[in-house]
């Protein structure tokens, strides 16, 4: 009876943990931020949105000229003959900012502001969609 149970949590224990795996990505790549001021736009990449995975953006390794504290992050779709379309602004602590599963289409962030210095770099930054 013992052995039933024991067998019983193990079995759910390994189905709660792979139920709390993140979605898997469609895309990804690594890349770094160096001596960037506010209003400097990452290069595009395009999300053909055959997932449901959430858009991010990971920075590490957080420096600015002065003392680091946060950097502002938005994420922006680029619109042809058009304004480009926003998708909200986040305050990034040197981790992880999400935006949720977006339509298809070429996107970009863009560096808004930072607390403290005039440059801001970052030596891994990791964009997932």
């Not at 024991?6 to 709660?16: E, Q």
């Not at 449901?52 to 000229?65: K, Q, W």
């Amino acid at each position: 009876m013992k052995r039933k149970i024991v067998a019983s949590l193990a079995g759910g224990v390994l189905l709660a943990g792979l139920a709390a795996l993140p979605a898997q990505a469609e895309n990804s790549r690594t890349s770094y931020i160096s001596w960037w001021q506010p209003g400097k736009e990452s290069s595009r990449w395009w999300d053909n949105n055959n997932d449901s995975a959430s858009t991010t953006v990971a920075l590490n390794g957080c420096d600015t000229t002065g003392h680091f504290s946060w950097a502002s992050l938005s994420l922006w779709r680029d619109v042809s003959l058009s304004p480009d379309r926003g998708y909200g602004g986040r305050t990034n602590y040197c981790g992880a900012s999400e935006w949720g599963d977006v339509t298809a289409g070429s996107y970009y962030f863009k560096l808004d502001g930072f607390a403290d210095g005039d440059a801001f770099n970052a030596s891994t930054v990791n964009i997932y969609w």
